[in-house]
């Protein structure tokens, strides 16, 4: 059954509870990161902290994309509210030091991510009792690591996430590994979610529902959810 | 051809099982692993921590291909030496604390000498950071010149406040937070003074001194912490002496003399040495950091 009426995002991801991993995944352009960027924005709002790992672009770039929205950032990166981890600018050769709120890291150094993610979890602990991580994407990941690798990381990132009272959320590109790490990928996650560049389908073990959406000047509208 | 076929037959005859060779490809990752491990510490032996990181980098992998938690502790471990060695003890601690969770996830035994390395290495930042601000304090006719001082009351409040409450005379009258009782309080204050009951009014004086500072009475302030100075300075009570030094340091700095802000901060940093108080001389680090703009 099809309902036309807008939906708000909060509304769009209903029952998923802290502990949850979804994995967001789909074509490249869809709008995937454009998700994030809502999904980090709306917990902020909401009064969750978040753990950001941008590793496909670098935290300004992080910004300077939200801000296309009018979602700024700053504010919140300043009270400590956003905990970044850039995994791109050092990548890129750009000599950057680390500040409270945004670490540097890169793709291949994966004890050094993990760290990095372990500090981040338990600072946004110590702020509130439920946060957000974001994880966008796994590209550059998978890139730099063998994708066996890469699947026990994201077991252990599950686990500090989930231990943390966080909901995460990982982006991955289809067609960027072979077919048995993605199913692995998909086994590992409370929450799938498909983006296509119209429609939107969310699955869990509770059932399935879908809606379409737009991208426009005000982030992401999802509208027609059928159940 | 020939050979080929031999080769083949050769491999054929030996019958080696699956298991047979899983257990080759375990033993190959633990001598990898080892390898790598022995690199990384003929590096740092070296003093090359650059190198001794990377190779440490590569011997995690090998740990996680394992899927072997007590080898990804070591790694971390290992990685948190380095940072050690680096003197970057921020960076250290978070990789021993992130090995005491993985000991800890697994109840390996090695937990508990993890857990005495933290403690340890966190002694050890405590003091490298009050030799810093030491450092710092005694470099002061130097500074004024050069550095710009912005007091940013609001946050370094909570730990002001935070001092006040571990004194156990003041925080008594924490529970009298209005404007009446405030009233009641000044009355009390004249009666100890008349009474010459110096407990008593040493202790109002510095609660109100917080109380007006918190309003941002900055006058009013710092003539009760004067106040207090002269009375505590002669009842020799180096835990509150310290206390109201710090109140006068922040308060020097908003009056723009940094001379004496510098020299309050010193006396509170001796006086809480004096008497063996490490948590209050970290907040007045803390509070000397956030108003100096020191790097941590």
């Known amino acids: 059954m099809r309902s036309y009426d807008v939906i708000g995002f909060e509304d769009l991801l209903g029952d998923v509870t802290p502990g949850d991993l979804i994995l967001l995944y789909g074509p490249p352009k869809v709008g995937k990161s454009i998700f994030c960027y809502q999904f980090l924005y709306s917990g902020l709002k909401g009064g969750e902290p978040c753990l950001y790992i941008a590793a496909d672009y670098g935290s300004r770039q992080l910004e300077q994309r939200m801000m296309e929205f009018n979602w700024f950032l700053q504010p919140h990166i300043q009270n400590g509210e956003v905990y970044i981890i850039d995994l791109l600018t050092r990548l890129a050769g750009i000599k950057v030091e680390d500040s409270a709120s945004v670490k540097f890291s890169s793709a291949q150094n994966l004890a050094d991510l993990m760290v990095k993610v372990g500090v981040g979890t338990r600072e946004l602990f110590r702020k509130s009792s439920k946060f957000r991580s974001v994880l966008d994407s796994l590209t550059m990941i998978f890139a730099f690591n063998p994708p066996n690798l890469v699947l026990r990381l994201m077991k252990a990132y599950k686990g500090r996430v989930s231990e943390a009272n966080g909901i995460g959320l990982v982006v991955h590109t289809i067609g960027t590994v072979e077919p048995q790490f993605e199913s692995s990928l998909m086994e590992l996650a409370d929450w799938k979610i498909f983006f296509d560049g119209e429609n939107i389908q969310l699955e869990s073990s509770a059932g399935e529902r879908s809606a379409k959406y737009t991208i426009t000047g005000e982030g992401i509208k999802y509208w027609g959810l059928e159940r | ?296």
């Open chain 2, 1 to 296: 051809m020939i050979i080929l076929i031999l080769s083949l037959f050769d491999i054929f005859k030996r019958e080696k099982s699956l298991e047979d060779y899983l257990e080759r490809l375990r033993e190959l990752q633990e001598e990898t692993f080892d390898i790598l491990i022995n690199i990384a510490g003929s590096y740092f032996d070296r003093g090359k921590h650059e190198d001794a990181k990377e190779y440490l980098e590569k011997a995690f992998k090998v740990a996680l291909e394992m899927d072997d938690k007590e080898l990804e502790a070591l790694v971390l471990d290992s990685m948190g030496e380095v940072y050690l060695d680096k003197r970057e003890i921020g960076t250290a601690l978070e990789y021993f604390k992130e090995a005491f969770k993985i000991y800890s996830s697994i109840k390996s035994p090695l937990r508990e000498e993890m857990k005495e390395k933290i403690s340890e290495v966190e002694k050890m930042k405590e003091a490298i950071e009050l030799a810093k601000l030491r450092e710092e304090l005694e470099e002061t006719p130097k500074v004024p010149e050069v550095r710009k001082f912005e007091v940013d009351v609001n946050s370094i409040l909570p730990k002001l406040k935070t001092l006040v409450r571990r004194l156990e005379n003041v925080s008594l009258y924490e529970s009298y937070p209005s404007e009446s009782a405030l009233e009641e309080l000044k009355e009390a204050l004249e009666i100890a003074s008349a009474i010459n009951d110096e407990l008593s009014e040493a202790s109002l004086l510095l609660f109100l001194g917080t109380y007006s500072f918190e309003k941002g009475d900055y006058e009013g302030a710092f003539n009760y912490f004067k106040h207090a100075e002269d009375i505590l300075n002669k009842r020799r009570d180096k835990k509150s002496l310290g206390t109201v030094n710090v109140f006068l340091a922040v308060l020097y700095l908003i009056r723009g003399d940094e001379k004496e802000s510098l020299e309050n901060f010193k006396t509170a940093l001796k006086l809480f040495k004096d008497i063996d108080d490490s948590e209050a001389s970290k907040i007045v680090m803390d509070i000397f950091n956030s108003l100096y703009r020191i790097k941590g």
